[in-house]
């Protein structure tokens, strides 16, 4: 069954590194991992995507492991604007779009 | 702004009605994604359509339905509503399949 699993709720300081985990154990060899994020009273947004090498972009970096199961993205230092749910999403070989419950992040100042 | 446009913003209807929900893509955009959120839950995938066909439906209810027009813009259609439809439905556009969404605002839809 296809699926994604996030923590529900993480918590960093503020101006630290944050690692925000992704299982995602039955994606296809094509199919690129996309990651939102979802501030309040908004739709989500596009944070970064990548389908087998890491991806840096000026939001964030994705770490994608080699067997592509997991990922992981990574804001270098987040700031209280970064406080938001983020989801890790792909796509299934018969193109249904899998979000996982995401994981609710806290910073604290 | 994601120059994605979704009316209405609002929406407030009984049991047993009808509703449109409609969506403008992102200039350029051929893909049209619904989901549907509910009260602090994640988003639940509906349907998809490129360039004017469906490409894949997820958990779309029978009672709903969507089409996307020539001009590329799409509606959702939800019938019967009953009380658990209650939620924000969301659209997203992107360039292409597989590629990056950009979400509209939403349409929070409330069953009285």
Redesign the interface.
Known sequence: DAKTTQPNSMESNEEEPVHLPCNHSTISGTDYIHWYRQLPSQGPEYVIHGLTSNVNNRMASLAIAEDRKSSTLILHRATLRDAAVYYCTWTTRDDKIIFGKGTRLHILP | D?G?TQTPKHLITATGQRVTLRCSPRSGDLSV?W?QQSLD?????LI?YYNGEE????NILERFSAQQFPDLHSELNLSSLELGDSALY?C?SSVG??R???????TRLSIL
């Not at chain 2, 490409?55 to 997820?58: M, N, T, Y």
């Open positions: 994601s994605v994604y989901y839950q994640g988003l639940q995938f998809q490409r894949a439906k997820g969301f997203a399949l597989g990056p969404q950009h979400f509209g605002d939403g």
